[in-house]
């Protein structure tokens, strides 16, 4: 019997340019955070970008984008119209299924929504699609990568080394699937107390640095704790949006200029 390659069923989304996964192997670190920020500041150095929410179980776009209970509406070739903001083409779950409801679903029906995800939305002409992804290594993001060929992927940590196992979990995994590691981004870096200019160290600076540089992979952005990010993201407003002056803005905003 002939051996199946599972990535032959891989199909570029017609217009979109790049395709770009950003991940983590553990949860809460920044995803989606960064991804939200990173793709408004694509936007505003002049790409064209799309940003769809990978996260079936846990969509974090509709209430970051203030996009909250909208719904997204079918054209006339019967695809999916992505919402806007930002400039920046939007498609989540949380546009099709309430957002109180659990999606309670198996393996193939994530494949399901996925392949929709990605052939059923017009994007129309993208310089690039960021991918936001649940946390871990499992379905989702194998489904993502059999599907379209990806660019690459952004591996998103905090400092400490218990973070640091999940970073090389992510960095197995898009190995393993033959997707080039763009770099890892570092978020919560640092925090500077109200009042104070000196940079407290949230969390324990541990052998990340080392790490990667021995292995060649890039630190591509370190992003500052600041409660305004998480502000920013409960009102729907990105920080590189409602205050783009801001230090955790730049660090945004740098990340996208080496990302270009
Ligand atoms: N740099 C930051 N400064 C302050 N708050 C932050 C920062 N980055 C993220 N947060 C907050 O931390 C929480 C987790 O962030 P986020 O949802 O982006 O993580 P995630 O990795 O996508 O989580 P999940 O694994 O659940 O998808 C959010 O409340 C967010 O507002
Ligand atoms: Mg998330």
Known sequence: MATMNPFEQQQAIPGVKRIIAVSSGKGGVGKSTVAVNLAAALAKRGLKVGLLDADIYGPSLPRMSGTLHQKVEIGADKKLIPLERFKVKLMSIGYLIDEDLAVVWRGPMLFKAMDQFLRDV???????????????????????????????????????????????????????????????????????????????????????????????????????????????????????????????????????????
Do not use: C, Y
């Open 122 to 260: 017009a994007w129309g002409e993208l310089d690039v699609l960021l991918v936001d992804l649940p946390p871990g290594t499992g379905d989702i993001q194998l489904s993502l990568a059999q599907k379209v060929p990806l660019s690459g992927a952004i591996a998103v940590s905090t400092p400490q080394d218990v973070a640091l196992m999940d970073v090389k979990k992510a960095i197995d995994m898009w190995a393993r699937v033959q997707v080039p590691l763009l770099g890892v981004v570092e978020n919560m870096s640092w925090f500077v107390p109200p009042g104070q200019t000196e940079r407290v160290q949230l969390f324990p600076k541990g052998a990340m640095d080392s790490w990667l540089r021995e292995r060649g992979i890039a630190k591509i952005g370190e992003v500052p704790f600041h409660p305004g990010v998480g502000i920013g993201a409960e009102a729907g407003i990105p920080v590189v949006e409602g205050d783009p002056t801001s230090d955790e803005a730049k660090a945004f905003s740098e990340i996208a200029a080496r990302l270009i």
